[in-house]
């Protein structure tokens, strides 16, 4: 096990707790650490029975550096058991610094190249934290270099270029975490006014700043950025250009300057593109003058047009650059050259429409030459000639106007850049096969598709099924699954790729990941087609054949496994079987919990799938040892087909550590069972104060400050805390002691100090606070939640307070720590009114000091004002004390002032703050406050005024309840109540507001519905009249009727409001009324228009549809009709009138209610329809209509129709002759129905008579069809006239049908009777033959009528035509006539029985039938053989004979010469057969021995006493292979199997082993068998079979090696036992993880152990795939042998020194030689190796004497010899060499010399860079240097 502590800065100390845990009974000891420290007061610990102790271990580094070292706990006595005596640990630790870097070596550069006066340009520059610990970065301020411009245009621009560069993060500090970057931008702009006159700047002018960056707590790193920029500026600008392309490093976004105009026309598809490619951009001339420009032509494939013009003052033109080519190039940054001169012009042209550009084109007549070369070249750079007038012309540039040069030309370049090609790909993958895949499981593969041309290439794949519709496997999937019909099913595409649309770049390439994730079971063939719109022509589109086939799993678990947990599970923990070791199973899931604490229930859900066709049962069993803090919820349950179900397990800890427990998930119906390892670790809450010091400055005495924490927990469950009390100091007692006490103060003592309420209040000791309280001082935290604490500060006097508070959190072994600090101050404040005519009503002086109290106050309350003529000041008092300033009764306009002034008395400045109550801050500017602030600070001396001025305007005003408090230094209160009054007019309103509520909107057409209110106005002055009007304008919706008026005294008035709602909305509308022409009253107005809506509740019931109803036959519906308005709604449902009668009355339709109904909002009202047809009606449709609110519609419409029926017998007599007694005769009868409904049918048996029957009784006929009756004569009397009258047969909707059938019966012939006599065994056939004679010239078709039990004979038998016929009769007795020997049988008698024809003629033949039946033979011999030791169940056919079920008991008897001791036959002892049915009955049969034995079975009726029997006969054979046992492990892990056998001797038997283990025998040495218990006197005997492969065998394929074997073990009483072992090796499920991490120039050593289990000794051989990063120490060790079957452990020690960065992954192979002959030996240890390697991490610091050398290690990380460079950043350190050349993985050493700065005396810092040219993206190695002071 090993601790890795976090990275800590060097000299700063760390803790790590270290948990040792005991298990047993006794205790535990620790002994004292090399090399960290423990921080403990003692190296030996006492830990108690099950319980736990955490050793804090100090880390304190001094270097950057890796430390390493191990921790050993002995266990005092501990010897007894090796496993538990000693733990150990190993502690890591690494010493680092803050750092903050920048990807570039020394100096940053941050070029902005050439800049143009007027344009900005920006930069970015990228710091990151690649250190571990979090950095802070402080940049300082812009510091500009002095620069003097080469043509001084600039002039000594030094003090302004921290103007024109601006940096964001300048004077700044930024925090970075490890890992983080963060982005800053860096601006320069030139301003316009820099540049004088209008000359062009010809050569450019460097301006450079610095801005430096250091970081905090680390003396050595600092960096300097170097802002430079040129400046230039031209006549002519390119303006509208597209962006540029930025080259950008790493750290900052440019490093060079370039050009700033640019164009890029990206990519030109020669084969897509139609002409040229063109962008268009602007020109402006800047200047004051006239210019010509004129582009270069050598820049082909670039052009610009117009190719030359001139350019007025301030002009911008557009220009096109254009690119075209016929083959693939790469154009990059190709100069188009623009040459400007400045010109005057001869005649100056009046508008810049009329300016001269090439562009234009003239025609003028062609000379001899142009003539001659357009007849002989015909290229496109000869001028066309054409024809104009008969005249031969050509097309020319206009002619350019006169001009005259003014300075020297200047010139300037266009870069351009193009690339040109034809989009094509390779792919050298056509077909992706899949391995067969189980449902919901997902497979991956990946492809690549190259882009070798210069372009980039867009696409976007499709997947098409490859299965044609129509073929077979397009058939199979569309049938539905009972295998009928066709549907449209379709399967899901199981194939996804990613990513599915993008662009490969230009000479590039992109793989591709197709996912194959089947839901369905198939065969899935898809085609991947990529659609690339750019793709040449003439190649083929790009086309991937997809194949997978998925197969049915039995079950799927959707559960999140970690396989990484169970390769990296620490040994030395029960497994599975419950011992300890590693886990055995071939195949185990895992799943993780975290509790946060203990006693905390955490669940773990998730789902199992059912794919299957079947439902099945599940169950979960606990296996080995399961840890008691899981248990399983759902330990069993059925899951049905297609269905998923939720396992629930529960971990609630009791103890801080790691628990483990094993559960096997079992589907008996399948035979399968899935191992699952549910891990849980408990780890300490995260609960903590949001804040862990409160400081609350400097406090007034007496004052309570209180500042809010807040206990905060990130955990899901709840916490409790409390504060321990003996933390806080004694700050927070008062009361002492265990009990309540009341006390009062005696007020004869206090001199009348108390006669005013005084401030005895607050002197007295019921108000005395402790220094410190906190609230609350103990809860509970919620989950995911904080609760706040007040932390509560009370100084009592002058001093500074420091409190450590201490918080105890349950479940959390560290408690909380506060620190609270403050500090008591007192102060002394006067506050002072005066008024020029007030009058002095007391001349007391109050003055406040620290501790609250008021000296020489006399009087309860101040009052100023009332006399004119007294101009003296009163003090205001502190509470209790009220103070009252009266400003009198004042007439409306008048106004008045008073001041006060707030004087600080004491030596300490104070705040002050006036406040005002609700009162007086709604007078608003009636009472306002003047002449000061409202708050501010008074310094000691010093004084504030603040005056108040009272002015009632056009309201009453009274200031009674206006009051000020003047708050000093937060504690002192000094309470003014104002007095005085305002007077206003008399005149009172009924109400001020009023709302009409929801109105209805008056429909378009309908006369308006008004809604009315009456406001009374009442003059209460009981002297004045006043005047009253209403100046609101009347409109559409609102309007009042209020004229000019005077009311008398008492004299009162209605003014009626009326509103009209227009529109659904709503309404607000304020009425100003007029008093006296000046005071202005408003009543406010307000209402809504809302619409009338009555609807149904169910808008799909306004078709309101009947259907088909019978004649008679009433239906009724209900409607539900709803007001959904916000108001009473009245309506009435009416029907439409047609000749004086309602349409829907003509149609036998009613409704209800049928009188007006009101609907509250929100009611609803039942309608009910009904429809009662007293005739067959054809098919109708009616409206039913509705009336509210002045609206009439259609409510809902009503539609049925009636139906009847008719329904009678084709003949409603039947005749059937004469019949002999005993014979029948049939004959049809036909029911018709004429109607259009169904007709369903009942005949009424009672009315048939004994004589006749009927077939069916009951059933249905559609309309139009008939239904047959079959009718029956059968009589059984001799009568001449049989009758029955009146056959009733009841239809529904009709009256009853009747019958009638008439016939006759005469007797038997006596020449017609004849016997048969029959004897026989039981259940055994014997048969007799009768002729029959036919006189007669037609066949006869005779159907004989058998009377008994045990005869059989042809249902039907045909006589020919004058001829005869034989007829079999077979006797089958049911039961014996006799009883066997020993009287069993029934013992009935004779059987009787008869055998009737009824011949065509009229007569009939007789038989009377006679037999006898003896005892029944053996139903069978069963001969069966049967190896020992094994049941074989032998089936026993029975058939029960009679129509009745029987009931027979078994008897079982052993042969004569059967030993049953060693022998058993078994079976049920009873039987049951159903009538007429079988069983097969099972007798099973056990030997131990060999031989032959037998049993007879009888089965015996105990009613009847009939029976059968059985014989079994069965040769017992020598016992063969008892089970063939399938035994899987991985190489070099045990698997286990357990064999149980069946002990049938007696208790008290002897059960004997041979003695050692020659009791058993197996060829396999990776197999081991022991007993398991006793098996003498116990009813089963337990062994246990062990398996440990050590290699998969050469011969064997890489996945798995398998064997078989022969186990054999002998017990002298039972015999041999033979078991067949069909072993399984397989390779380890998943190869061991050694992670390291380490920085480029470093190295990392960790350790892999192994297990080895070979007899003698033995050589390894370690390899690993990448030597130059991974390093054996020991490559070939030799390893001794060991005997014991447990092995012992071989440890290996690799190095890592990776020579790039990123990450590293290796595999180390340990092969084992296996020579010597041991069958042990040999075999493969493998383990991957993680590397990461990190960016260069800062070493040292190294110290350098002053005049001394320090030799600095350097090591070369690569394969190859390598040079390298070595810099110091400070001139005060030197380097021997500046280069060196270092072998490969070998190191050297770089000697540094310091030499102190004159006047620094030492102490300083340096870095020393050391740099590898031939790695140019290798980051400097880093070493920090510091001179001895």
């Not at 005895?760 to 939640?785: A, E, H, K, W, Y």
């Not at 500060?793 to 201490?806: D, G, W, Y």
């Amino acid at each position: 096990v090993k601790f890795t502590l976090e990275p800590v800065v060097s000299a700063v100390a760390t803790k790590e707790n270290t948990k040792g845990s005991n298990s047993g009974s006794g205790s535990g000891g620790a002994n004292d650490l090399a090399a960290f420290s423990l921080a403990t007061d003692s190296d030996v610990v006492e830990i108690g029975p099950h319980e736990h102790f955490y050793v804090p271990v100090h880390f304190k580094p001094t270097e950057m550096r890796s430390y390493r070292c191990n921790f050993k706990a002995v266990v005092s006595d501990g010897s007894s058991n090796p496993q538990t005596a000693t733990i150990s640990y190993d502690l890591t630790g690494k010493g680092t610094m803050p750092c903050v870097t920048v990807e570039a070596k020394g100096e940053v550069l941050v070029d902005f190249g050439r800049v143009h006066v007027g344009r900005s340009k920006q930069k970015s520059v990228t710091v990151a934290n690649d250190g571990k610990v979090v950095s802070t970065a402080l940049f300082e301020k812009i510091v500009p270099v002095p620069i003097k411009s080469e043509n001084d245009i600039l002039g000594d621009l030094g003090e302004h270029t921290d103007k024109l560069f601006l940096f964001n993060a300048s004077g700044t500090s930024i925090t970075l975490e490890s890992d983080q970057r963060k982005t800053f931008f860096a601006h320069f702009t030139p301003p316009q006014e820099l540049i004088g006159g209008s000359e062009s700047l010809a050569v450019g002018n460097e301006v450079v700043s610095t801005v430096r960056m250091t970081v905090m707590h680390n003396p050595f790193e600092s960096t300097i950025f170097r802002l430079v920029a040129v400046v230039y500026a031209n006549d002519v600008l390119m303006e509208d250009l597209p962006d540029q392309i930025a080259s950008a490093s790493p750290a900052v976004s440019a490093s060079g300057g370039g050009s700033e105009n640019v164009l890029n026309f990206g990519e030109y598809d020669m084969e897509h593109e139609d002409g040229p490619k063109l962008v268009t951009f602007t020109l402006r001339n800047r200047s004051d003058a006239f210019l010509r420009y004129e582009w270069g032509a050598e820049a082909a494939p670039f052009s610009v047009s117009p190719r030359a013009g001139h350019l007025s003052p301030g002009q911008t033109i557009e220009a096109v650059a254009m690119f075209s080519s016929t083959e693939a190039a790469s154009c990059t940054a190709v100069p188009v050259p623009l040459t400007t001169q400045r010109i005057k012009l001869a005649q100056v042209p009046e508008s810049n429409k009329d300016l001269w550009t090439a562009s234009v084109k003239v025609t003028r007549p062609a000379t001899k030459a142009e003539i001659t070369a357009a007849e002989k070249d015909k290229g496109p750079l000869t001028k066309k000639v054409f024809t104009v007038d008969g005249v031969p012309s050509v097309e020319d540039e206009a002619p350019e106007p006169e001009k005259e040069v003014l300075g020297e030309p200047s010139e300037q370049t266009l870069e351009c850049s193009a690339v040109a090609d034809t989009v094509r790909y390779e792919c050298e993958t056509k077909v992706v096969p899949f391995s067969p895949t189980a449902m919901f499981q997902v497979r991956t593969t990946t492809f690549e598709v190259k882009n070798p041309s210069g372009m980039s290439l867009p696409y976007r794949w499709k997947l098409e099924d490859a299965v044609k519709p129509g073929s077979a496997v397009a058939l199979s999937r569309m049938t539905t699954p009972s295998g009928g019909t066709m549907s449209n099913l379709v399967l899901p595409c199981p194939f996804t790729i990613e990513p599915g649309e993008g662009t490969i770049p230009a000479l590039s390439s992109t793989t591709f990941t197709v996912r194959f994730a089947p839901s369905e079971v198939e065969e899935f063939v898809y085609y991947l087609d990529a659609q690339m719109p750019t793709l040449a022509n003439s190649l083929e589109a790009l086309r991937v054949l997809l194949r997978g086939k998925s197969i049915r799993p039995v079950a799927h678990f959707d559960l999140a496994d970690n396989p990484d947990y169970i390769t990296s599970r620490a040994f030395g923990i029960r497994n599975e079987m419950g011992v300890i070791g590693p886990i055995e199973a071939s195949s185990c899931r895992c799943a993780e919990l975290t509790s946060r604490g203990t006693g905390v229930r955490n669940t773990k859900r998730f789902c199992v799938h059912n794919p299957t066709s079947v439902p099945y049962d599940f169950t979960w069993e606990a296996t080995g040892v399961p840890d008691p803090a899981w248990r399983c919820m759902t330990p069993k349950g059925t899951i049905l087909s297609g269905r998923k179900g939720e396992m629930i397990f529960e971990y609630t800890p009791e103890a801080v550590g790691h628990a483990e427990a094993f559960f096997k998930f079992n589907i008996p119906s399948h035979g399968i069972d899935e191992l699952f390892l549910f891990s849980g670790t408990v780890v300490e809450p995260e609960v903590l104060f949001d804040r862990m010091k409160v400081d609350f400055n400097a406090l007034m005495v007496g004052t309570v400050a209180v500042e809010r924490i807040h206990v905060e927990n990130r955990e899901p469950l709840p916490f409790s805390f409390h504060f321990d009390k003996s933390s806080m100091g004694g700050a927070h007692v008062e009361n002492r002691e265990p009990l309540p006490f009341s006390f009062h103060f005696d007020k004869s003592s206090m001199g009348g100090a108390d006669a005013s309420g005084g401030s005895g209040g607050q002197n007295g000791q019921s108000q005395r606070r402790p220094v410190l309280d906190i609230s609350p001082m103990s809860g509970l935290v919620p989950p995911n939640g904080r609760i706040p604490i007040d932390v509560t500060f009370c100084p009592t006097e002058e001093k500074f307070s420091n409190f450590n508070l201490v918080a105890v959190v349950r479940r959390k072994p560290l408690a909380l720590g506060l620190n609270v600090k403050g500090e008591g101050y007192a102060i002394h404040a006067r506050l002072s009114c005066s008024d020029s005519n007030s009058q002095k009503s007391s001349s007391t002086t109050a003055e406040s000091t620290s501790d609250g109290s008021v000296e020489n106050s006399s009087a309860s309350s101040l009052v100023a004002g009332g006399s004119d003529n007294s101009s003296d000041t009163i003090e205001l008092l502190p509470m209790p004390t009220v103070n009252y300033i009266d400003f009198g009764s004042m007439n409306l306009g008048e106004s008045r002032s008073k001041k006060v002034v707030v004087s600080n008395m004491g030596r300490f400045n104070f705040d002050y703050l006036w406040t005002r109550n609700s009162k007086a801050s709604s007078l608003g500017p009636m009472l306002e406050i003047r002449g000061g602030q409202l708050g501010g600070t008074v310094r000691k001396g010093a004084s504030a005024e603040l005056g108040w001025v009272f002015r009632p305007v056009n309201s009453v005003v009274n200031l009674d309840g206006c009051e000020f408090t003047c708050t000093v230094a937060g504690k002192y209160d000094y309470v003014v109540k104002l007095r005085g009054q305002g007077l206003k007019p008399a005149l009172h309103f009924s109400f001020h507001k009023w709302n009409f509520g929801p109105c209805f909107v008056t429909p378009p057409g309908a006369p308006p519905v008004e809604e009315t209110a009456i406001l009374n106005v009442v003059n209460h002055d009981p002297a004045a009249t006043l005047s009253l009007d209403c100046t609101f304008e009347n409109t559409r919706t609102l309007s009042v009727e209020c004229p000019p008026r005077v009311m008398e005294p008492g004299h009162s008035v209605d003014i009626p409001i009326r509103f009209t709602p227009r529109d659904i909305a709503n309404f607000e509308c304020p009425i100003p009324f007029l008093v006296n022409g000046s005071t202005k009253i408003n009543v406010t107005f307000s209402g809504y228009g809302i619409p009338a809506r009555l609807e149904l509740a169910n808008p799909t019931h306004s078709i309101c549809g009947f259907g088909v109803v019978s004649e008679g036959e009433e239906q009724t519906k209900t409607v539900k009709l709803v007001n959904r308005s916000k108001r009473p709604i009245e309506f009435e449902l009416f029907d439409n009138q047609y000749m004086g009668r309602g349409t829907l009355e003509a149609k036998s339709v009613t409704y209800y209610p049928t009188t007006p109904t009101i609907l509250e909002p929100r009611e609803g009202i039942d309608l009910e329809i009904r429809y009662f047809p007293k005739k067959r009606m054809s098919s109708f449709s009616e409206d039913l209509m509705v009336r509210y609110a002045g609206n009439e519609k259609v409510l809902l419409t009503i539609s049925g129709s009636s139906s009847g029926m008719n329904v009678g017998f084709e003949q409603d007599t039947l005749p059937f002759g004469t019949v002999c007694t005993g014979s029948l005769l049939t004959k049809p009868l036909v029911l018709e129905n004429g109607g259009d409904l169904v007709a369903t049918y009942r005949w009424l048996p009672q009315t048939f008579g004994p004589h006749f029957s009927l077939s069916p009784l009951e059933g249905r006929v559609g309309p139009g069809a008939a239904a047959t009756f079959m009718v029956t004569f059968k009589p059984n009397t001799e009568d001449d006239d049989i009758r029955a009258e009146g056959m009733k047969l009841l239809v529904d909707g009709c009256p009853p049908l009747t019958l009638n059938c008439l016939g006759a019966c005469v007797p038997q012939p006596s020449d017609s009777i004849m016997d048969l006599n029959f004897n026989g065994r039981v259940r055994r056939s014997t048969m007799q033959q009768l002729v029959l004679k036919n006189p007669t010239a037609k066949p006869w078709y005779l159907t004989p009528v058998l009377v008994g039990d045990h005869w059989r004979c042809s249902k039907e038998v045909l006589v020919p035509a004058n001829g005869t016929a034989k007829f079999d009769v077979t006797f089958f007795p049911l039961c014996m006539t006799e009883t066997d020997d020993a009287g069993a049988g029934g013992g009935n008698g004779e059987l009787e029985g008869s055998l009737f024809f009824a011949l065509p003629s009229g007569s009939a033949l007789l038989y009377r039938l006679k037999g006898t039946s003896t005892k029944p033979d053996a139903e069978g011999v069963a001969k069966v053989t049967t190896p020992a030791k094994r049941i074989l169940p032998i089936t026993l056919p029975l058939r029960n004979w009679l129509d009745i079920p029987q009931r027979f008991n078994v008897n079982i008897e052993m042969d004569a010469g059967t030993n049953s001791s060693a022998t058993s036959f078994e079976g049920t002892q009873t039987v049951d057969l159903p009538a007429h049915g079988g069983f097969e009955y099972v007798v099973k049969c056990k030997a131990f021995k060999e031989g032959p034995c037998g049993s007879r079975v009888t089965f015996t009726n105990p009613k009847t006493g009939e029976y059968l029997f059985h014989d079994v006969k069965v040769n017992v054979t020598p016992p063969g292979i008892m089970e063939t046992i399938k035994l899987e492990s991985h190489v070099r892990q045990v698997s286990h199997h357990l064999i149980t056998i069946e002990n049938p001797l007696p208790s008290n038997a002897e059960i004997t082993f041979p003695p050692g283990d020659t009791w058993w025998t197996c060829d396999n040495p990776c197999i081991r068998l022991f007993r398991v218990g006793e098996m003498a006197g116990n009813k089963e005997g337990t062994f246990q079979i062990e398996y440990r492969p050590l290699r998969i065998s050469s011969a064997a394929s890489a996945s798995a090696s398998e064997t078989e074997t022969i186990l054999e073990f002998n017990i002298a009483e039972l015999g041999s036992y033979k078991y067949a072992l069909s072993l399984t090796a397989l390779p380890h499920a998943a190869d061991p993880i050694l992670r390291f991490e380490a920085p480029l120039g470093g190295s990392q050593t960790e350790t892999f152990t192994f297990r080895a289990f070979h007899r003698i000794a033995q050589s390894f051989t370690c390899k690993v795939g990448r030597p130059a990063f991974f390093e054996v120490i020991n490559a070939s060790p030799t390893i001794p042998g060991c005997a014991d079957w447990e092995g012992q452990e071989v440890k290996v020690q690799i190095r890592f020194e990776p020579e790039k960065l990123g990450a590293i992954d290796d595999v180390l192979v340990v092969t084992q030689s296996g020579g010597g002959g041991d069958p042990s030996g040999g075999g493969d240890y493998r383990v991957r190796l993680a590397g990461v390697c990190l960016r260069p991490q800062p070493q040292g610091p190294f110290e350098v004497a002053p005049g001394g050398s320090k030799d600095i290690p350097i090591r070369n990380v690569f394969a190859v010899d390598r040079e390298y460079n070595f810099t110091v950043d400070n001139p005060a350190f030197v380097v021997s060499n500046t280069k060196a050349t270092i072998k490969a993985k070998d190191g050297s050493n770089c000697t540094v010399k310091y030499t102190p700065t004159p006047g620094r005396g030492g102490g300083e810092t340096a870095k020393l860079l050391v740099s590898c040219p031939a790695a140019p993206d290798m980051p400097p190695l880093v070493f920090y240097l510091r001179g001895k002071t």
